[in-house]
T-cell receptor, first 114, second 113 residues
Framework: KAGVTQTPRYLIKTRGQQVTLSCSPISGHRSVSWYQQTPGQGLQFLFEYFSETQRNKGNFPGRFSGRQFSNSRSEMNVSTLELGDSALYLC?????????????FGPGTRLTVT | KQEVTQIPAALSVPEGENLVLNCSFTDSAIYNLQWFRQDPGKGLTSLLLIQSSQREQTSGRLNASLDKSSGRSTLYIAASQPGDSATYLCAVGASGGSYIPTFGRGTSLIVHP
């Protein structure tokens, strides 16, 4: 059974640009969560989607947004990129929403903003 | 606001040692606690998930305990191996309302042959 897939794996963008990251959950999983990991702040929760609806959102500015499609695939978008947005962005999926259900993580997308 | 602290931040041990990694949290009103490992540049792999009503979980050489009243969890690794080298993270899920997990900064473990 395939794991969580994230594309692209690596990305370099310039300040002010926008970026879209994609996450394909494990087959049969309907919940997708996004996380940002930086050396300074550690791992922080961005948002969680279930059945195309955002259920929870972390403490991030409105430049960070996401969506989920009917096939449970999810995208996150960051507009007007800042240097501080350089991070590893992780996606996790679960059959049903956490916390009752265990999450499985993808390998992440490494975003570098120059 | 929930705060999660992991001690020690780094650990280097010879192969075969038994290890204890610590995770403490400030708000005992949690739904569950999960331990993960992360290999360099990779995503997280779930190791053990403890619900708030449980005291411990075991998987192979790993045992995790949870003491909500004292705000502590420990991850015990028996007979450590070089393949255990990784960063170990704990994540606490708050109870009531929105589920927003809070992660510790991790313990970086090196097991040398």
């Amino acid at each position: 059974k395939a794991g969580v897939t994230q594309t692209p794996r690596y990305l370099i963008k310039t300040r002010g640009q926008q970026v879209t990251l994609s996450c394909s959950p494990i087959s049969g999983h309907r919940s997708v969560s996004w996380y940002q990991q930086t050396p300074g702040q550690g791992l922080q929760f961005l948002f969680e989607y279930f059945s195309e609806t955002q259920r929870n959102k972390g403490n991030f500015p409105g430049r960070f947004s996401g969506r989920q499609f009917s096939n449970s695939r999810s995208e996150m978008n960051v507009s007007t990129l800042e240097l501080g947005d350089s991070a590893l962005y992780l996606c996790a999926s679960s059959r049903d929403p956490p916390p009752e259900n265990e999450q499985y993580f993808g390998p992440g997308t490494r975003l570098t903003v120059t | 606001k929930q705060e999660v602290t992991q001690i020690p931040a780094a650990l280097s041990v010879p192969e075969g040692e038994n290890l204890v990694l610590n995770c403490s949290f400030t708000d005992s009103a949690i739904y569950n606690l999960q331990w993960f490992r992360q290999d360099p540049g990779k995503g997280l792999t779930s190791l053990l998930l403890i619900q708030s009503s449980q005291r411990e979980q075991t998987s192979g050489r790993l045992n995790a305990s949870l003491d909500k009243s004292s705000g502590r969890s420990t991850l015990y690794i028996a007979a450590s191996q070089p393949g255990d080298s990784a960063t170990y993270l704990c994540a606490v899920g708050a109870s009531g309302g929105s589920y927003i997990p809070t992660f510790g900064r991790g313990t970086s473990l090196i097991v040398h042959p």
